[in-house]
């Protein structure tokens, strides 16, 4: 059995954004994140400290503030949204405009996703063996995840930022389904599953770092050892 580490900032922007999640795969991705910029705005305006995950991540001149500084401090819509776009992984709002109108989730994708930040390994391998390309497949929002950069919990939707006890077994469950452990996704700039999951606080305090980052060397030595690689 294994236990899933959520830190209370996480829960709390869970539970902040249920309904939206809950209703998501009903709404285009431009439809969920203007609504999702309007509940953080709604949310700041009425004083609940869950936007301060959000704010202090999203937001560079809001990152040294307290908690309590971030609520005292007005938030206008139009940074609620840029919030939202640099949370979602793109550059801008205008961005977001430009690349999400009319795109829907893949309610699959999205189920996998859920399963690797829960750590529902028997689930993720029925919905790999389901659809086997899941493995190499990228999130609809602009930093382009991979399953395997979930498990990271580092750069991606602030609400999916949790550590399952057996990450390790979800990144292998991955990898031997075909997933790349090279592969680049936007988060800052362009990171990998490995640099990202070296690099997350939540692994770090659910103790799982060193046992997934092990995984993850493994499947790029690997890689780089394979017939036709292009590494020295």
């Not at 301060?52 to 949204?81: F, K, N």
């Not at 205008?94 to 829960?118: I, Q, Y």
């Not at 077994?169 to 990998?192: C, F, K, V």
């Amino acid at each position: 059995m294994h236990t899933t580490y959520i830190h209370p900032q996480i829960r709390s922007s869970q539970l902040l954004f249920s309904a939206l999640l809950a209703t998501r795969l009903a709404t285009t991705l431009l439809e969920h994140l203007t609504a999702f910029a309007d509940r953080l705005h709604s949310a700041h305006q009425a004083g609940n400290d869950a936007v301060v995950a959000h704010l202090s991540s999203w937001c560079p001149e809001r990152i040294s503030l307290s908690a309590s500084d971030q609520l005292a401090l007005p938030l206008s819509v139009s940074e609620a949204r840029a919030s939202t776009a640099r949370e979602h992984g793109y550059r801008d709002w205008m961005e977001v405009g430009n690349e999400s109108a009319g795109k829907r989730f893949d309610p699959l994708f999205e189920k996998a996703v859920d399963c690797v930040v829960t750590g529902e390994a028997d689930m993720l391998r029925a919905l790999l063996t389901q659809r086997p390309e899941l493995a190499t497949e990228h999130s609809p929002f602009g930093h382009g995840a991979t399953l395997l950069h979930y498990v990271g919990a580092n750069g991606v939707e602030t609400w999916r930022q949790t550590a399952p006890s057996n990450g390790a077994e979800i990144a292998s469950i991955l990898l031997e389904r075909g997933a790349d452990p090279a592969a680049s996704a936007g988060m800052y700039g362009g990171s990998t599953a490995l640099e990202l999951v070296e690099t997350s606080a939540h692994p770090a305090a659910a103790g799982t770092t060193e046992a997934i980052a092990a995984v993850l060397r493994e499947a790029l030595e690997g890689a780089a050892d394979a017939p036709g690689s292009d590494a020295p």
